[in-house]
Antibody
């Protein structure tokens, strides 16, 4: 079964850091691009970041550029999101999603995890 | 590219037809337009990609159409399990989503 399991969320204060993880199973992880997508409470989906199968390219939404860093470890079938300088507006459910092909851009997201919740509050 | 979905909420009776709109702020290739369904408390599920191709296992009552800046998701006969939020997405160089349309029981 194809599966993505996120972890690492929690309650943190503004200005602090958090690292999210996503472990993949049921497919050849190093063949596919991957994404992070978030959903604030009661809001729509917002793409956060994407990374190519070999980490050769990545992209970020303007709202997180310079603060968040996406990475992957293909040997561990894992995707990461390092989030620094967190703000209240980063509060959301963060999903890990698989791209349909090796790049993250120009391919739809065909598998999603259940998400991990990040709450930024003092 | 900004995607605007309308209406925000659509009230429909079971068995009726639902038509959801997704408008892009500039012309986009239909090859890169997708629709996702999200039920309460659940993760998004891919319905349509390439504007009109159904994903694996999606019933044929779901259909997508459109080009340029205007795209449509049509559910021909609403089943009880179809009441959900629907998101359109442009999966270009920087993917973007619309704000979603909630389909509720009338």
């Amino acid at each position: 079964e194809v599966q993505l399991v996120e972890s690492g969320g929690g309650l943190v204060q503004p200005g602090t850091s958090l690292r999210l993880s996503c472990v993949a199973s049921g497919f050849r992880f190093d063949d596919y691009g991957m994404h992070w997508v978030r959903q604030a409470p009661g809001k729509g989906l917002e793409w956060v970041s994407g990374i190519r199968w070999d980490s050769g390219s990545s992209g970020y939404a303007d709202s997180v550029k310079g603060r968040f860093t996406i990475s992957r470890d293909n040997a561990k079938n894992s995707l990461y999101l390092q989030m620094n300088s967190l703000r209240a507006e980063d509060t959301a459910l963060y999903y890990c999603a698989k791209a349909e092909d090796s790049h993250y851009s120009y391919y739809y997201m065909d598998v999603w995890g259940k998400g991990t919740t990040v709450t930024v509050s003092s | 590219i900004v995607l605007t979905q309308s209406p925000g909420t659509l009230s429909v009776s079971p068995g009726e037809r639902a038509t959801l709109s997704c408008r892009a702020s500039q012309r986009v290739s239909s090859a890169y337009l997708a629709w996702y369904q999200q039920k309460p408390g659940q993760t998004p599920r891919l319905l349509i990609f390439g504007a009109s191709s159904r994903a694996t296992g999606i019933p044929d009552r779901f259909s997508g159409s459109g080009s340029g800046t205007d795209f449509t998701l049509t559910i021909s006969r609403l089943e009880p399990e179809d009441f959900a939020v629907y998101h359109c997405q442009h999966y270009g160089s920087s993917p973007t989503f619309g704000q979603g349309t909630r389909v509720e029981i009338k």
